[in-house]
């Protein structure tokens, strides 16, 4: 139901992750690993980035972490859009790729076919599970707050 324009969806890296870009000593972002490539919503892209970076090292510290993501957020799209004219409105929707990225990572995790787990999946299936089930949002953002913020930069 999400419109497509050119201006918000197109080609995308389909898996825009930490592991997937290299950041040089002159601030320079060099981008990798292409193998996932899709056409999707441009946000994804960011949305993406953002999620494994939350979870990163501990999942169920995501609720301590809206600032940092504010600010990664900010600072993301402030290099995204010297390259892209990507609508700051479109953030708005970023909670809807979060729990795209959720349902993707739960099915990877249940795909395995592993009879257990260790303590990180565990951490995170309980987290995605509330998110799926009360219908909550993968992190609390002010998105109106971010969008004023970059629109004023």
């Known amino acids: 139901k999400l419109t497509k324009t050119s ?3 197109g080609l995308t890296h389909g898996d825009y992750l930490f592991s997937n870009y290299n950041i040089t000593s002159d601030d320079k972002v060099t981008v990798f690993d292409f193998d996932e490539c899709e056409y999707s919503w441009f946000i994804n892209d960011i949305a993406i980035c953002i999620y ?3 979870l990163g090292g501990n999942p169920t510290e995501l609720s301590k972490k809206t600032k940092e ?3 990664l957020i900010y600072y993301m799209l ?3 859009l010297t390259e892209c004219e990507l609508p700051l409105e479109d953030l708005a929707n970023i909670d809807l790729f979060f729990k795209m990225r959720d349902y993707i990572l ?3 995790i249940y795909g395995s076919g592993r009879k257990e ?4 999946e565990k951490d995170f299936i309980e987290g995605a599970i509330n998110r799926i089930t ?3 949002r993968f ?3 002010d998105i109106q707050s971010l969008i004023r913020r970059i629109k004023d930069c």
Do not use: D, F, H, P
Not at 117 to 120: C, E, L, Q
């Open 78 to 80: 402030k290099g995204y």
């Open 7 to 9: 201006y918000n969806y």
């Open 69 to 71: 993501a504010e600010q």
């Open 139 to 141: 992190i609390e953002l």
């Open 106 to 108: 739960l099915s990877t």
């Open 52 to 54: 494994y970076y939350l």
């Open 117 to 120: 787990y260790g303590k990180w």
């Open 134 to 136: 009360y219908n909550r």
